[in-house]
């Protein structure tokens, strides 16, 4: 899912690349009495939700890009692309035909790759890590286990597995037979994981580090990341280790957590990019876009804006502040009177 994304991500990019290589001269149709260039279509579509956050995207990872495009080798930007390539074909799609139609060639998409990389290069570089941050990662941190997991479809499916396995029935071979977890199902179910891990579900690992060597769970009902698909899991614990109370020993794993977890932090991230875009000095030159960095960087006119607002406060503190004073001396003159 998350490739098939990446491979969208292109069509509002060109618009933009369009417009900006032709200058508006070049036509995209004409009929009787008339012609739409590009310069019409840039006006059509810039003003939309899905422009503006495309165009914000593309200022922030241009911004990363340049700064941090020097950190990402050519290795790694081949990596991934064959990461890519290997997902796709794994859904049963031709690669290259998700390239064009998302508008791609692979030295495009390439550079797509290098820009992502290149941004999580630079909120890496931000990343300082504090013992309060590991002693954050610890809470939730368990150590890698050894285990068989067999997953179907549905409830009574699991069920009836659980039976057959409480009836002595072989795990590795049920697991073969009827598991529909392809990445586990031909080695007998025989799966590692720990806290970590993102191709085991949440629900899943909760349940499995309950169990002791030799136990096996009662189905485990999970739902997937996009939040359609249900499944249910039965696991069989090989090797538990409870991680203790001495952080020590588990200090290089928690501190993958612990920067796993800044950069999942979205007011980490918008603190960072924040601060790269002040460095870079960005400035819009389309009024169109004037707002697309609201809320990372403060532009002249929302300085303007916001200066103007903290006068017209302290003008009308200072107003409330002298009728109060005004109506305290009222009202002590009054008292005066009253007592003579």
């Known amino acids: 899912m998350k490739k098939k994304l990446i491979l969208a991500a292109a069509g509002v990019f060109s618009i933009f690349a369009l417009a900006a290589c032709t200058g508006g001269s070049k036509d995209i149709a004409s009929m009787k009495g008339g012609t739409i260039t590009v310069d019409d279509f840039y006006n059509q579509v810039k003003a939309s939700q899905q422009s503006q956050q495309d165009v914000k995207n593309m200022i922030i990872y241009k911004v990363f890009e340049e700064k941090y495009g020097k950190d990402v080798s050519a290795k790694e930007v081949q990596e991934k692309f064959d990461e890519s390539?290997?997902?796709?074909?794994?859904?049963?799609q031709n690669f290259d035909e998700q390239l064009k139609a998302s508008g791609f060639t692979e030295k495009s998409y390439k550079e797509v790759i290098k820009q992502n990389l290149a941004f999580i290069a630079g909120i890496n570089a931000h990343i300082k890590i504090t013992d309060k941050d590991l002693k954050a990662a610890w809470e939730t941190f368990h150590p890698e286990v050894e285990a068989q997991i067999i997953q179907v479809g549905t409830e009574d499916e699991a069920k009836d597995i659980k039976k057959q396995l409480t009836d002595g029935g072989d795990f590795s071979k049920i697991a073969k037979e009827k598991s529909t977890d392809a990445a586990t199902k031909d080695d007998g179910g025989k799966i590692k994981f720990d806290s970590q891990t993102e191709t085991v579900s949440a629900q899943v690992k909760e349940a499995a580090f309950k169990l002791k060597d030799g136990e096996v769970s009662e189905p485990i009902q999970a739902t997937d990341a996009t939040g359609y698909q249900t499944t249910f899991s039965i696991v069989k614990m090989v090797k538990n280790k409870e991680k203790g109370n001495d952080m020590a020993p588990y200090k290089k794993e928690l501190k993958k957590v612990a920067?796993?977890?800044?950069?999942?932090?979205?007011?980490?991230?918008?603190?960072?990019?924040?601060?790269?875009?002040?460095?870079?000095?960005?400035?819009?030159?389309?009024?169109?876009?004037?707002?697309?960095?609201?809320g990372l960087i403060q532009t002249e006119d929302s300085a303007k804006s916001s200066d103007s607002a903290k006068k017209d406060s302290k003008e009308k503190d200072s107003k409330k502040?002298?009728?109060?004073?005004?109506?305290?001396?009222?009202?002590?003159?009054?008292?005066e009177e009253s007592s003579k």
Do not use: C, H, M
């Open 85 to 92: 390539k290997k997902s796709v074909k794994e859904q049963g």
């Open 259 to 294: 920067e796993t977890n800044k950069q999942n932090d979205q007011e980490f991230r918008n603190k960072v990019i924040s601060d790269e875009l002040k460095e870079a000095n960005v400035k819009i030159k389309d009024d169109a876009f004037k707002d697309v960095l609201a």
């Open 321 to 335: 502040s002298k009728d109060s004073s005004s109506k305290t001396e009222d009202s002590s003159s009054k008292t």
